[in-house]
């Protein structure tokens, strides 16, 4: 089975094993151990979108139920009280309202410190320019950790706005190389590993994310798998849970656009080469970063009936995971 599971993206399925049906009911968070909050699961245009009349984003402008936050999460430290965001998204001032409490603050209490650190995968619209929040002209944090690949560190430095917030000590940039692993915070330690995707103005990183009982890879965004290197595969391996790019449901989901050239892993294709370990419970996985597009939106719909039918499931904002 390892040799196997070795060719191609199989070798993701390595040391997992959870029932099937926990694919979709999540096992719990015990209290005080550390979690993931999914903070968002759009696109980086959100749900609803942009200028779109589309059936998907009318019904989310109909019905609050069916908004979707653009793509992050939080690692939740209760032991410590620390957060941390991954990606900080044009949505960050609702996200910021989905993390428990850091405890009792006095009355008029100013927070300069929302959360503890924050985590950037690439330099693309829905991932990092909610760090312009945290600047002088709204929170104006305080040498706000900001874990950074070399290349996205050197895009903040000499970029405005964004190399404001580190002349002004707003942030502080910890430069965290793909495949160095880092500590974290009482236990959960954090490896970037680099992913393939469309590397404008920086390189894209996922994140594998330890914890005392969970290991969790964290792609929103990422070229098809037939890109992915070697080492992308092997940083993955021994993950039981893995949210991953769902941009797209199918190819045909824009019409007279090219779907192939924007560069996500289709949820059919992902699906046909991880299905047969996600129904046997080696692993579970869970799409985030859904287009407007994405038919898989609809609660009720037969793209939805079908993820969970091969066990796959849809991330939910507000869903915690267990590390």
Known sequence: MAAA????????????????????????????????????????????HAACTCPRCDAARRDPARRRLIASIAIVIPSTGRRFLVDVTPDVREQLDLL??????????VDRAPVDGVLLTHAHAGHY?????????????????????????????TNVPWSRLVSRQEIEIRE???????????????TP????????????VGFKIEGPRHV???????????????????????????????????ADELPGRDVGSIGHPLMVTTMDRLG??????????LFTHLNHSNHALHPAGEERKAIR???FAVAEDGQRLPL
């Open 216 to 250: 969790m890879a964290y792609v929103p965004d990422t070229d098809t798998w037939a890109t992915w290197s070697e080492t992308a595969r092997q940083a993955i391996a021994d993950c039981d849970t893995l949210l991953i790019d769902g941009t797209f449901f199918a």
């Open 176 to 190: 965290t190389p793909p495949g160095v692993t880092f500590d974290l915070d009482a236990g959960v330690r954090v």
């Open 129 to 157: 320019l909610g760090l312009a929040f945290f600047g002088f002209e709204a929170v104006h944090t305080s040498e706000l950790p900001a874990y950074a690949t070399p290349r996205m560190a050197a895009f903040l430095r």
């Open 309 to 311: 039918d091969r066990g």
């Open 193 to 204: 590993f680099a992913v393939p995707h469309r590397d404008e103005d920086s390189d894209t």
């Open 5 to 48: 599971l070795a060719v191609g993206l199989f070798a993701l399925a390595a040391g997992c094993a959870h029932a099937p049906e926990e694919v979709a009911a999540q096992p719990p968070v015990a209290d005080g151990e550390p979690y993931v909050v999914v903070l968002g699961t759009a696109q980086d245009g959100g749900l609803p």
């Open 276 to 285: 047969d370990d996600a129904r046997s419970g080696r692993f579970r996985v």
């Open 100 to 109: 428990p409490s850091k405890g009792a603050e006095a009355l008029g209490k």
